[in-house]
């Protein structure tokens, strides 16, 4: 019974905690060039105060190649689906 209940504590409490370690990367990867919380102090394009759905769009822009930018491009043809909506949810939480 405790090995059961273990495991199904396991799937319940792990995709959550790996969703959260991957939305905290792909959001310290944008940091790293769009400044903490989205702010850029050079002259990378800020990200705070952008409406998510065109973050998003951009993302895909970006990783289907229809939008040319220098290294974006490549950052987000690794990107997933699911990816990309971690990036625009926490855009809108503000953790960018």
């Known amino acids: ?3 059961a209940l273990t495991f199904l504590l396991a799937a319940v ?3 959550t905690a790996l969703a959260n370690e ?3 990367h792909l959001s310290d990867m944008c940091a790293a060039c ?3 919380n989205g702010v850029s102090q ?3 394009p800020s990200l705070a105060g952008l ?3 065109y973050i998003a769009s951009q993302l895909i822009a970006f990783r289907s190649g229809t939008r040319v930018g220098t290294v974006m491009n490549l950052i987000a043809t690794g990107l ?3 990816d990309i909506d971690a990036i625009v949810s926490s855009a809108e939480s503000g953790a960018q």
Request: glycine share 10%.
């Open 80 to 82: 997933s689906d699911a």
């Open 51 to 53: 409406d998510s759905a």
């Open 42 to 44: 050079g002259l990378i």
């Open 13 to 15: 409490i792990c995709p």
């Open 34 to 36: 769009h400044g903490p």
């Open 1 to 3: 019974m405790t090995r």
């Open 22 to 24: 991957r939305e905290n």
